[in-house]
């Protein structure tokens, strides 16, 4: 490959990452590539073989050693968890609830797929309150 083509993917590469953030996998992977369109302007008689060892040495090194204080540098923003803001909200019954069986209530407007647990059952309409989050399932027992 040409040493201007190494340059391309590089820069290719880091515009990639500036779309879709890949948690900087691509900016050490089009840094090596720049980084051989380099040397091959410096020493235009290298094979393919070596251009293409230097890059997996660059890449390999540079996600090896630097990627890690990158990261650290440039903490990536923590989603809010939706159980943080859930649990002890009332909520409505949709369906009568056996103990630990699954059905619906409704919070917030919202319907949410939810497991009964309560030692009780839960009738259709009654309030409950919801005692923890579990990916998209609420935990709830019936308000007191």
């Known amino acids: ?11 290719l590469l880091l515009g990639t990452e500036l779309v879709l953030p890949s948690d900087f996998w691509l900016v050490f992977i089009g840094l090596a590539a720049i980084a051989v369109g380099l040397v091959a302007t410096v020493a235009p008689g290298l ?3 070596t251009e293409w060892a230097l890059f997996g040495a660059f890449a390999a090194v540079s ?18 968890r939706v159980d943080d803001t859930l649990v002890a909200e009332v ?6 609830l056996a103990p630990g069986a699954v059905g ?3 919070l917030r407007g919202a319907l949410w797929s939810a497991r009964n647990a ?3 059952p839960i009738e259709a309409g009654e309030r409950v309150r919801v005692e ?3 990916g ?9």
Do not use: Q
């Open 1 to 11: 490959m040409p040493w201007w083509g190494w340059i391309v993917v590089g820069v």
């Open 47 to 49: 094979s393919d073989a």
């Open 63 to 80: 996600l090896a050693f630097f990627r890690r204080l990158v990261r650290a540098r440039f903490p990536s923003r923590a989603d809010p």
């Open 91 to 96: 909520g409505r019954a949709l369906d009568g």
């Open 104 to 106: 619906r209530v409704e």
């Open 118 to 120: 309560d030692a009780g």
């Open 132 to 134: 923890r989050v579990e």
């Open 136 to 144: 998209l399932t609420l935990h709830v027992r019936r308000e007191s």
